[in-house]
């Protein structure tokens, strides 16, 4: 049975996980969430690559085929340390995420916005224009849209959400992009607020485009599937909140520390 | 010399510090924010204390006199564990700001904002109550001030401030509250924007009565003092916001693992 690992800072990439699922309905899934350091955006690049390891050391000791790096921070700074660590195949969201961005685009003007340390990394930036030579990257990062999301502010008629949404993206809507990463788990739950704001931008998540490319890499697998959930701070409220990230009910999850 | 070791989950505690060195200017200070682990507030009460005790245990091996909690979450939740570990005196923050709140009230009708953490500890409550029984208190958490400070979104004037602020509070207001309790470390930042929806009542910040408290305990001290910096991500970032939160040069901070 194929058996597919993710890790995320907390419970935002269970939206990556959920885009997995509806490419491999039948590859066998263990999720960590790393609860009790979560977040990672705001965190040194060192500091996330240490994490990191430590997850991607906790799934590999499980057995796994493949390592999905869901968190971006994660993805944007990591990467090569756990590809030296881990014998199987990692794949992180933002060069998915940003090969989707550089062929949606007409014009070659385009965004990105992330975490702190996601946008710091240059990360998204540089693969865009691995893939498309001469594109204009505008990077911003937008701290408060986690919270937002997390506080379930997300109606784009929301005076508070669309004041956020407006003094994060004025800057990109006046520089002309036409496609927009959101570089962020979380930032799919606030994408009518962010769309609109930016009317004709092509929003591009990330999810899909990593979903896509582990079916591409590993083929759909068939039969019912076994999904495990690890957490490193109490289970109650990671339980709370992820059927709503996951799009399914998730009933259980054990507490871990790694 | 007289030693006060300080920890916090980040900088915020730094508010808390600057209360302590107006109040002691001859005590020689160690700090110490956990960084690569903030925020503690939206995590459960036994990650929080286990974080707690390895910071308070830090600290205790540099030898220090006292310990103060400047984390209101961590002094909601960790003050029984940090005081079976320690054999220094151990003064958190809830206590003190609970008895200038529950006597600057006239009418024992008291709120007090938070992070989820010390909201749902009751820790605050429950001290208001002792102080003064009878006392009606009425607790919110505000998670989106947290990241507003950080963003130095503060202004009373912004649409943005005046927007959450007026979400979180108005129930605070109808309740019809004299008093309220800035119960977390980055509050007294917003502290224009909260009383512009809540005139004529009182702020009380937990800093200036933990000082207090500490004063009256150990006496002033004289003499020049010492006070060093410790962090647990990278000092880059804390060095950059520390002098706002503490309001004197902070130049060094030493990177350690607790």
Known sequence: ??????????????????????????????????????????????????????????????????????????????????????????????????????????????????TQGTVASGAYQAAIRRERPGAEVIARACPLFVPLAEEGWTDPADEVVRGVARRYLSPLAGAGIDTLVLGCTHYPLLAAAIGAELPGVTLVDSAAAVAAEVRATFGGGAGPADHRFFVTDAPEKFLAVAGRFLGRPVTAADHVDV
């Open 1 to 114: 049975m194929f058996r597919i690992g993710i890790f995320d800072s907390g419970v935002g990439g269970l939206t990556v996980q959920r885009a997995v699922l509806d490419a491999l309905p039948g590859a066998d899934t263990l999720y960590l969430g790393d609860t009790a350091r979560v977040p990672y955006g705001t965190k040194s690049a060192e500091t996330v690559t240490q994490y990191s390891l430590r997850n991607a050391r906790f799934l590999a000791r499980h057995g796994i085929d493949v390592l999905v790096v869901a968190c971006n921070t994660a993805s944007a700074v990591a990467l090569p340390a756990l590809r030296t660590e881990l014998t199987v195949p990692v794949i992180g969201v933002v060069d998915p995420g940003a090969r989707v961005a550089a062929r949606a685009s007409r014009t070659g003007r385009i965004g990105v916005i992330g």
